[in-house]
C-alpha cells in the first residue's frame, strides 16, 4: 500500500502594524494599524516579545486550521517601518507574501477603511520603505 501523504500545514500569515511609537500621542492617526494589531493581540491573548534582531515587538499565535499568525510593531519611526518588516519576515522564516501592513491612508476619511493587494505605494512613506 503507498502511504497517504499528510497534506501541508498552512503558511505562517504575519500582520504588521505601523505606528509612530515616540513621542507622538498613541491616538495619533499614523498609529492606527498599531492599534489595530495591539487589539487584535489582546483578543487573541497572546503575549508580546521583544525581537533586538529585527527592532521589533512580535507576538506568535498557533492556530490548528488556519495556521500561525504572527503579529509585529515594529520599533522604528512610521516611514523607516521597512527594514524592521523585513527583518521580522526574514526572522520568522517568512516570505513578502504572507504580510499584511496595516496603516493609516490620508486619502480615506477617517473611520473609513480599504484593502489593497499588491500595487504603488500611493505616496505613503510607511508603505513605500518595504
Keep these: 500500500a503507498t502511504p497517504m501523504a499528510l497534506p501541508?500545514?498552512?503558511?505562517l500569515q504575519v500582520?504588521?502594524?505601523?505606528?509612530n511609537p515616540w513621542p507622538v500621542p498613541q491616538t495619533s492617526r499614523h498609529?492606527?494599524?498599531?492599534?489595530?494589531?495591539?487589539?487584535?493581540?489582546?483578543?487573541?491573548?497572546v503575549r508580546w516579545?521583544?525581537?533586538w534582531s529585527c527592532w521589533s515587538w512580535i507576538a506568535q499565535l498557533e492556530r490548528a486550521e488556519e495556521g500561525p499568525l504572527a503579529f509585529v510593531l515594529p520599533a522604528?519611526?512610521?516611514?523607516?517601518?521597512?527594514?524592521?518588516?523585513?527583518r521580522a519576515l526574514d526572522c520568522l522564516g517568512a516570505g513578502?507574501?504572507?504580510?499584511?501592513?496595516?496603516?493609516?491612508?490620508?486619502?480615506?476619511?477617517?473611520g473609513c477603511w480599504?484593502?489593497?493587494?499588491?500595487?504603488?505605494?500611493?505616496?505613503?512613506?510607511?508603505?513605500?520603505?518595504?
Design 15 to 19: 500582520i504588521a502594524g505601523l505606528r
Design 96 to 110: 513578502v507574501d504572507s504580510l499584511t501592513v496595516l496603516h493609516d491612508d490620508l486619502d480615506l476619511e477617517p
Design 114 to 130: 480599504a484593502l489593497k493587494l499588491g500595487g504603488s505605494d500611493g505616496g505613503n512613506r510607511g508603505v513605500r520603505d518595504r
Design 31 to 45: 498609529n492606527l494599524g498599531a492599534c489595530i494589531v495591539e487589539a487584535l493581540v489582546e483578543h487573541f491573548d
Design 49 to 51: 516579545e521583544w525581537w
Design 76 to 86: 522604528t519611526s512610521y516611514n523607516l517601518s521597512g527594514p524592521a518588516i523585513r
Design 8 to 11: 501541508s500545514p498552512p503558511p
